[in-house]
């Protein structure tokens, strides 16, 4: 409550109960410091039954939001699992997001806020087109499932390369892009093909269209279509690896990813990729490793005034580490 007491935000994960039990919860914290902007992460939220309930990415933001069915191969037996942290990744920043907004209301009107940000509330969120057409009474979306031969419109798709590479392909103004694509790809008679020469017409003849498209982009490697493609109006892609993108010239440019100071630690990794949020057009070089855990408690005790006699009393009582 000391540290409450001169701090801005009060950040926590603990369930209900076990704030009530701590004596950390909103009405505890804001009597110590009414200016205190208290922010809550969750898994599905602070009302409802299950207000109670933990949660993790892989369960609520994955499974329960809808991420992970919508997103699965009908082919397969089983769901494709998220990648580690995936909810969470996300959810974070937005939490954050939420507490610097807080901070500008308490600035502007004098309230401090209560935040909360919860997996299933941002899993929802990211699938909010799936949810809300499904609410309507449409049916299922299947924007993942559609098959490589079905697309609406042929510009808007995934093609294999020479090399079984992968390009994604996304032209929304496809008029506009078709001539320029089909000179891009050396299939130049199909520009003026009655049966590709309007957007309406190259969805009546997706399957053909596509055939088109598979043909011309199977003849040449993912190296040359990156030349190929060069400062093209329509947008494309190569579908990388992770190591890939490591590397990636853009992702150098902007510094995405910023070495790591070790400390002499040398398990850890050299370098980390960085806050996707950037000031002034820099990232953030200053990165250290996170801290063991319990590391400045003792710092932080004797910033408050304790004397290491209070602090080792409070050892012995198993209050600190």
């Known amino acids: 409550m000391e540290l409450v007491a001169r701090s801005d935000v009060f950040l926590t ?5 076990v704030r009530a039990r701590l004596g950390i919860d909103v009405d505890d914290v804001q009597q110590r410091n009414p200016g205190i902007v208290y922010a809550r992460g969750s898994g599905v939220g ?4 299950e207000r109670d309930a933990g949660g993790f990415d892989y369960a609520t933001f994955w499974g329960r939001a809808g991420v992970g069915l919508t997103f699965h191969d009908p082919t397969l037996e089983y769901p494709v699992a998220g990648s580690a942290a995936f909810g969470d990744l996300i959810s974070a920043p937005v939490l954050a997001g939420g507490i610097a907004a807080a901070l500008l209301e308490r ?11 919860s997996l ?14 499904t609410a309507l009474g449409n049916p299922q979306p299947s924007v993942a499932l559609t098959p490589h031969a079905e697309p609406r419109n042929p510009l808007v ?11 994604a392909l996304v032209s929304l103004q496809a008029d506009r892009d078709w001539p320029e694509l089909c000179a891009r790809l050396a299939i130049p008679e199909l520009v003026a093909d009655p049966r590709f020469d309007t957007a309406a017409r190259r969805m009546e003849n ?7 498209l598979d043909a011309a982009f199977a003849a040449r490697t993912l190296d040359e279509w990156r030349g190929q493609l060069a400062g093209t109006r329509f947008v494309w892609e190569a579908m990388q690896t992770p190591g890939e993108v490591a590397t990636d010239p853009q992702v150098v440019a902007n510094d995405y990813i910023v070495p790591l100071d070790r400390e002499g630690d040398e398990s850890l990794p050299p370098m980390l990729v960085a806050s996707p ?6 990232s953030r070089h200053d990165l250290h490793r996170a801290p063991e855990m319990g590391e400045h408690t003792e710092q932080v005790l004797l910033d408050l005034g304790y004397a290491w006699d209070d602090i ?8 600190v580490n």
């Not at 994960?13 to 109960?17: S, T």
């Not at 798709?157 to 390009?167: A, G, L, Q, S, V």
């Not at 997706?206 to 088109?212: D, G, I, K, L, N």
Request: charged share 25%; with cysteine.
């Open 206 to 212: 997706r399957h053909e269209c596509v055939a088109q």
């Open 107 to 117: 600035e502007r009107t004098g309230r401090a806020s209560v935040v909360d940000v």
């Open 120 to 133: 299933l509330g941002v899993g929802s969120w990211i699938m909010a087109g799936d949810v809300i057409t």
């Open 13 to 17: 994960n603990f369930l209900p109960a």
């Open 312 to 319: 080792s009393a409070l050892k012995a009582r198993g209050i």
């Open 157 to 167: 798709n995934i093609y294999r390369t020479r090399d079984r590479r992968y390009i």
């Open 46 to 49: 602070p009302r409802g039954d």
């Open 277 to 282: 949020v950037q000031f002034d057009e820099t």
